[in-house]
């Protein structure tokens, strides 16, 4: 049964890594442009909330949404949060998290912090 995991996965990154270099797609559900050290990402009104996984990062993060929007934001254990343009949101390294969809585009500026 593991063998049938690594396979599954191993076939999941094949395909990544193909859309990546056959048409400069990064298989994430954003778009990403670096600013000095801020990262700012722009998500689609028409993102599939499927794509919107469960992860966790490996430093502490600011987000701040830069646009008015209904998307909302959830860590693990907590219930979830409208995303409300400019409301710092901090997001604990190795910590859960996600996004939910909302009907209009969202925008939000990550920094990094230590």
């Known amino acids: 049964m593991e063998i049938s995991w690594w396979k599954q ?4 990154l094949l395909v990544k890594s ?3 270099l056959t048409k400069g797609r990064s298989g994430f559900p954003f ?3 670096r600013l000095g050290s801020k ?5 689609s009104k028409d ?3 499927e ?3 469960w992860h966790r990062d490996r430093h502490n993060r600011i987000m701040k949404p830069l646009n008015d ?3 909302f934001f959830q860590l693990d254990n907590e219930l979830p949060e409208p995303m409300i343009k400019g409301r ?6 190795n910590v859960y998290h996600r996004a939910i969809v909302g009907k209009e585009d969202l925008i939000v500026e990550i920094q990094e912090i230590e």
């Open 88 to 93: 710092l949101i901090f997001i604990p390294k």
């Open 69 to 71: 929007t209904d998307w």
């Open 18 to 20: 193909f859309l990546y």
């Open 31 to 33: 778009k990403e442009q």
């Open 51 to 53: 794509d919107m996984v």
């Open 9 to 12: 996965k191993l076939s999941w």
């Open 47 to 49: 993102s599939l909330q």
């Open 39 to 43: 990262l700012i990402r722009s998500f």
